[in-house]
T-cell receptor
């Protein structure tokens, strides 16, 4: 799986959009970009994933650059409950695949009141 | 329940004792993962079960660690002759066969005295 690079920490004001970047310059054509987050003392939580097109769900939006070498997770209106470590992961989504998700260090997002 | 269930939630043991940690995945999920997370650290992959295939044990740190998945459902992670460095939160996750969306349990916190 392609390696990802994320800033170790970011701050965001409550109510503002949080934009979390991720670089994955060695991504392959069949690798998806996944985002998870881990709130303190809880198990990681799936947020969103995408291949080429931008994606949006009730939690966030995922913007993937045209060359797919980087992406941005957007939390449109950050709340204090969004304070967490955010992990960007790239992985092949294959039937019967034997590849486990590998979590890096992630970005620690602190939402400030 | 509908989510991944892990037990015990907390386990304190003495150095040298064996421990067993249990994971009940979401019904119908064919993939099951074990990770561990030491205090303040990221997630470390341990072992991955996918259907009837041989498990990917590449993340197990030593031969004191083993895991079974009986009947394609419940999994038990066993740590023999526990050491203080085994102290961590052990997280289990499950997913559908081809999906990268993992559902995590709340973890089992192991403390080795």
């Amino acid at each position: 799986d392609a390696k990802t690079t994320q800033p170790p920490s970011m701050d965001c004001a409550e109510g503002r959009a949080a934009n979390l970047p991720c670089n994955h310059s060695t991504i392959s054509g069949n690798e998806y970009v996944y985002w998870y987050r881990q709130i303190h003392s809880q198990g990681p939580q799936y947020i969103i994933h995408g291949l080429k097109n931008n994606e949006t769900n009730e939690m966030a939006s995922l913007i993937i650059t045209e060359d797919r070498k980087s992406s941005t997770l957007i939390l449109p209106h950050a709340t204090l409950r969004d304070t967490a470590v955010y992990y960007c992961i790239v992985r092949v989504q294959d039937r019967g695949g034997r590849r486990a998700l590998t979590f890096g260090s992630g970005t620690r997002l602190q939402v400030q009141p | 329940g509908a989510g991944v269930s892990q037990s015990p939630s907390n386990k304190v043991t003495e150095k040298g004792k064996d421990v067993e940690l249990r994971c009940d995945p979401i019904s119908g999920h064919t993939a099951l993962y074990w990770y561990r997370q030491s205090l303040g650290q990221g997630l470390e992959f341990l072992i991955y079960f996918q259907g009837n295939s041989a498990p990917d044990k590449s993340g197990l740190p030593s031969d004191r660690f083993s895991a079974e998945r009986t009947g394609g459902s419940v999994s038990t992670l066993t740590i023999q002759r526990t050491q203080q460095e085994d102290s961590a939160v052990y997280l289990c996750a499950s997913s559908l066969e081809r999906a990268g969306e993992l559902f995590f349990g709340e973890g089992s916190r192991l403390t080795v005295l």
